[in-house]
C-alpha cells in the first residue's frame, strides 16, 4: 500500500510563529500562561502542557498578577490589553499579522460609523478579537439566512474571519450585495481570508482525488480542519476525519492500494506521521 502525506499540509505560517514563542519562552523559564489553547489540536497541545505551557481562560487572566501570558495566532480584543497593563502582566504577542491587519481594518471602518458584518463562527477567538474591535456592535454571521438580520438602512462593510471558505463568503456577499442594492444601501465586501488557508482548498482537491482512501487529520475544535475535510471528502467520498490514530478503523482500508494522509492549518506535521505510521504498520 502507498501511504503519502501531503506536503502542503499542516501548521500556517501563524501557528508556526505562535509556537516558536512558545517553546523559545519555554525554553528559558520551563513555564508559561497561554490565553486559550495555542492551537486547536488536542494533541500539539498536550505535548506544550508537558513543556510547561498552562492553558487559561479570560476569567482566570482577571486574577493574574505579575506574570507572563502568551496570546495566540487568533489574536485579542483591546480589552484584554488594557486589562494585561491593569494588572502588570507582560504580553507575549503572538498574534498572527494577517489578523492585526484585519483587526485594524474593521476597526477603522467601524470608525467611519459603518455597520460591520463579520462572516465566521460566532464565539471563536479571532472572531471575539474581530468584535472587540467594534466596541461588541459588529454583526456576526454563520450563515446565508442570518443575512436577514441586517439593518438595510445603514451602510455595510463585510469582513471574513481568516480560515473560512472563500466560496462561501462569495455566496454571503452576493446575497447582501443583493438586499443592499434593492434598498440602496452602499455595501462593500472584503474578502479578508487568508489564502495560505484558502489556497489549500484546490491544493486539497487535486491531492484527495490521487488516492484510493484519505485520511484527514485535525483537531475536534478547529474551524479550518472541518472546512479543509468537506473539501477533500466532496472530491473523495472516501475521506475520514480523524483526531489521532487511535481513531482509524479497519473497514476504511479494504481492498485500498493507495492512502493518502492529510490535515489542518492546525494539525502538527508530527501527529500526521504518527497516523501514517499506525496506517502502514495495520493495513499495508
Not at 501557528?15 to 500562561?33: F, K, Q, T
Not at 479497519?250 to 492549518?265: L, P, R
Amino acid at each position: 500500500m502507498n501511504i503519502t502525506i501531503d506536503a502542503q499540509s499542516g501548521f500556517c505560517f501563524g501557528v508556526v510563529y505562535a509556537i516558536a514563542m512558545a517553546e523559545e519562552w519555554l525554553d528559558e523559564h520551563g513555564s508559561l500562561y497561554c490565553l486559550g489553547d495555542i492551537v486547536h489540536n488536542d494533541a500539539e497541545v498536550s505535548r506544550l502542557r508537558a513543556k510547561g505551557l498552562q492553558i487559561i481562560n479570560h476569567d482566570d487572566l482577571e486574577r493574574l498578577r505579575d506574570c507572563a501570558v502568551l496570546i495566540r495566532a487568533h489574536g485579542e480584543p483591546p480589552e484584554t490589553y488594557r486589562l494585561a497593563l491593569k494588572n502588570n502582566i507582560r504580553l507575549i504577542d503572538a498574534s498572527c499579522p494577517v489578523v492585526l491587519k484585519l483587526q485594524n481594518r474593521v476597526r477603522n471602518a467601524y470608525e467611519q460609523d459603518a455597520q460591520i458584518v463579520i462572516y465566521g463562527k460566532r464565539g471563536h477567538a479571532e472572531v471575539n478579537g474581530l468584535v472587540g474591535q467594534t466596541q461588541g456592535k459588529a454583526v456576526v454571521v454563520t450563515t446565508p439566512e442570518e443575512a436577514d438580520r441586517l439593518d438595510y438602512s445603514r451602510p455595510i462593510r463585510l469582513f471574513s474571519q481568516t480560515t473560512k471558505s472563500t466560496a462561501a463568503f462569495y455566496a454571503l456577499s452576493a446575497q447582501i450585495q443583493t438586499r443592499s442594492q434593492a434598498a440602496g444601501v452602499d455595501f462593500k465586501a472584503h474578502d479578508t481570508i487568508c489564502r495560505q488557508v484558502s489556497n489549500r482548498e484546490p491544493q486539497l482537491q487535486k491531492f484527495a482525488a490521487e488516492y484510493d482512501v484519505v485520511v484527514f487529520v485535525a483537531g475536534s475544535k478547529s474551524s479550518n480542519g472541518k472546512v479543509l475535510y468537506e473539501v477533500c471528502k466532496s472530491v473523495n467520498p472516501r475521506t475520514h476525519f480523524v483526531s489521532g490514530p487511535d481513531e482509524l478503523c479497519d473497514e476504511w482500508f479494504a481492498g485500498a492500494n493507495s492512502v493518502g494522509v492529510c490535515g489542518a492549518t492546525s494539525t502538527p506535521m508530527w501527529l500526521m506521521e504518527k497516523v501514517k505510521a499506525v496506517i502502514a504498520e495495520r493495513y499495508a
